[in-house]
């Protein structure tokens, strides 16, 4: 009898037959990393064994940062979602309510294809990467997080925008029976958000779906969350249900409640002091002498020219 030994096995032989037939689809639509995207979305969480490790099997983006990453404990245990309240360890501490299985997105509004879609069907046709970002949130402190996403531009053509659409609006989950925090008027639910068209089609703006090579933590916006990395933290709007291709600019949540304090465009900008405190410098978490905080968090060289000629002190 003919017994194969390890390296004489296909992948046929070792994988059930629908499973096998499922992934080759994946890859024939060109997610090389199909099966790579259902684990990432399914997988339990594991702790990385070494922290800063990259994952081997996730596309490394160009668009990385090589500084040091922040731990995969301060990037899921200090973190801003009010939904969960308004300290930052409670979102660690609450958010195991959110139930992100199953999920559905809808895109909606000046497109020629509108959808609602599950999770899985939203992600599948995505080759998924790993992107080192910088993250300054407005309160003064800095996070490098490597996500695991795919640019937002790739998703939105799919529902085939019209050119009536100059912004677009994301929406967080409002559901009060999970998100405690919405219980309270601590903002206006649901959270939201909003891009100019050229913002979000820009290649570095990103749907991520986790982090450090693991599916993405609750506390961090699961199962999809926005990461525009020149813009401050509170842009990158967490566990999306809606996305909508409108044509005036959006109000986002923290425009409606403080709208001296909060514009629209949010770019990080060491010259534009919030009202309150000064923007010139930030900590970065793990780290004790403050850094200075750079003209679009470091992204200068790429999304500049989206500003020219824009007042960024009017525009703030
Ligand atoms: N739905 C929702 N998204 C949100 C927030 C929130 O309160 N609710 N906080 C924002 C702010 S202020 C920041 S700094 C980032 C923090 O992301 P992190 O906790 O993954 O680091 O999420 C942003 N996205
Ligand atoms: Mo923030």
């Known amino acids: 009898m003919l017994i194969k030994t390890k390296a004489d096995l296909t992948e046929a032989d070792v994988t059930p037959e629908h499973i096998y037939r499922d992934r080759r689809r994946f890859m024939q639509q060109g997610a090389i990393l199909g099966a790579s995207t259902m684990a990432a979305l399914t ?4 702790l990385p064994r070494r922290a800063h490790a990259q994952s081997p099997d996730l596309v490394q983006s ?8 922040t731990s995969y404990e301060d990037i899921t245990t200090y973190n801003n979602f009010y939904e969960f309240g308004t300290g930052k360890d409670d979102p660690a501490r609450h958010a195991h309510r959110l139930k992100t299985s199953p999920w559905t997105l809808s895109v909606s509004g000046e497109c020629d294809k509108p959808g609602t879609l599950d999770i899985e069907d939203a992600v599948k046709p995505h080759t ?7 993250l300054r949130c407005v309160e003064g402190w800095s996070m490098v997080i490597p996500w695991v996403g795919f640019p937002l531009g790739d998703f939105l053509k799919r529902f085939e925008p019209r050119s009536s659409a100059k912004y677009v609006e994301f929406e967080t989950l409002h559901d009060p029976k999970q998100m405690p925090g919405q219980r309270r008027p601590i903002l206006e639910w649901p959270y939201v958000e909003g891009l100019r068209m050229d913002e979000a089609m820009h ?24 990461v525009v990395p020149w813009k401050y933290g509170f842009k990158s709007i967490k566990s999306i249900v809606n ?3 409108v044509e005036k600019q959006p109000t986002s ?29 930030e900590r ?9 905080t750079l003209m679009f ?20």
Do not use: C
Request: proline residues 8%; aromatic residues 12%; hydrophobic residues 35%.
């Open 43 to 46: 997988a339990p969480l594991a």
């Open 62 to 69: 160009p668009f990385s940062t090589d500084e040091d990453k």
């Open 128 to 134: 998924l990467e790993e992107r080192i970002y910088r």
């Open 203 to 226: 290649p570095l703006t990103i749907l991520a779906v986790g982090l450090y090579g693991k599916k993405m933590p609750n506390q961090n916006g699961a199962p999809i969350r926005l």
């Open 243 to 245: 996305i909508r291709f």
């Open 253 to 281: 949540s923290w425009m409606k409640a403080i709208p001296d304090e909060y514009g629209f465009y949010s770019n990080v900008n060491p010259d534009v002091a919030h009202p309150r405190w000064s923007q010139a410098r």
């Open 284 to 292: 970065r978490i793990g780290e004790f002498r403050k850094r200075k």
């Open 297 to 316: 968090n470091g992204y200068a060289d790429q999304v500049a020219s989206l500003y020219a000629g824009m007042d960024l002190k009017k525009n703030f």
